[in-house]
């Protein structure tokens, strides 16, 4: 697995576990505090991917 490939992994896993955590928040604040993260993990994995794309393949 390439860098590229661990860290987008990475980043949808976060973007998993903070999806969880605001189905499961008990007051507003934390509800709005997990939606912020969620976004900001959004825009990283739109980066990487953007960036992972843009890259040419290396072969093994």
């Known amino acids: 697995m ?3 490939h661990f860290l987008i992994r990475g ?3 976060v ?4 999806k ?4 499961t928040a008990k007051s507003d604040h934390e ?3 997990f939606a912020r993260r ?3 993990e959004k825009r990283n994995l739109e ?5 992972h794309l843009a ?3 290396q072969a093994a």
Do not use: F, V
């Open 47 to 51: 980066r990487l991917l953007a960036d």
């Open 2 to 4: 390439s860098t590229g």
């Open 31 to 33: 509800r709005e505090k």
């Open 11 to 13: 980043s949808q896993k």
């Open 15 to 18: 973007i998993g576990h903070y």
């Open 20 to 23: 969880y955590l605001l189905d």
């Open 38 to 40: 969620i976004d900001e």
């Open 55 to 57: 890259r040419p393949t």
